[in-house]
């Protein structure tokens, strides 16, 4: 799951720099256009991020669930460490 953890820190730091911002569209009176466009790359690398997990051929919820796993046994390390200090 490492490798997962991997591909979507590496899509979420080189995918916003590929991902080009869109033009102001002039004709747009109220602004709705141009704020969807505006957070169209947000969009577009969030969705990328999410489906890392698939191309890698796990589930999203797998990954997220072992990922939270190894959070909390960090936390639990770094908590009995610092019991260990005291």
Do not use: C, E, H
């Not at 797998?62 to 959070?71: F, H, L, P, S, T």
Request: proline share 7%; no cysteine; glycine share 8%.
């Amino acid at each position: 799951m490492l490798f997962v953890q991997g591909v979507q820190l590496f899509i979420l730091t080189t995918l916003p720099l590929i991902v080009p911002s869109f033009p102001n569209l002039p004709s747009d009176k109220f602004g709705v256009v141009n704020v969807f466009f505006a957070q169209l790359p947000r969009v577009v690398v969030l969705l990328a991020v999410v489906q890392a997990p698939k191309m890698v051929g796990t589930k999203a919820t797998n990954a997220i669930a072992k990922a939270g796993a190894v959070a909390g046994g960090a936390v639990v390390a770094v908590g009995a460490a610092a019991y260990n200090i005291v």
